[in-house]
């Protein structure tokens, strides 16, 4: 049984920083490709950042390159999503995924390429 755990989310002030972790379990962890995605209320879930297995290739959306930084601990098991200079549209509910291939070499940007999901953080960033 694959169980993906986030933490770290919280409130805070419009141009703070926060670092989301997100733990893996059941499952070999350092050889699939990782995603962090968000999703508000009665919107789509959206790509927020990509790793690769390897932690060679990051891949960033638009909206939080150069303020986000995606990384992982392949002995830790652990993915992270550091966030900087957050702004209130950043606020969400962020989800940590897991590509359903091994040792893939791209990072995709659509929540079906990713198999297991935890179960979310909120994220919310006051103006």
């Known amino acids: 049984q694959v169980q993906l755990v986030e933490s770290g989310g919280g409130l805070v002030q419009a141009g703070g920083s926060m670092r989301l972790s997100c733990a893996a379990s059941?499952?070999?962890?350092?050889?699939?490709?990782m995603g962090w995605f968000r999703q508000a209320p009665g919107k789509e879930r959206e790509f927020v950042a990509g790793?690769?297995?390897?932690?060679?290739?990051?891949s960033y959306a638009v909206f939080v390159k150069g303020r986000f930084t995606i990384s992982r601990d392949n002995a830790k098991n652990t993915a992270y999503l550091q966030m900087n200079s957050l702004k209130p549209e950043d606020t969400d509910v962020y989800y940590c995924?897991?590509?359903?291939?091994?040792?893939?070499?791209?990072?995709?940007?659509?929540?079906?390429?990713?198999?297991?999901w935890g179960q979310g953080t909120q994220v919310t960033v006051s103006s």
């Open positions: 790793i690769t297995w390897s932690g060679t290739l990051t």
């Open positions: 995924a897991l590509d359903r291939a091994a040792y893939t070499t791209v990072i995709r940007t659509t929540t079906d390429e990713y198999v297991y």
């Open positions: 059941g499952r070999p962890f350092s050889g699939v490709a």
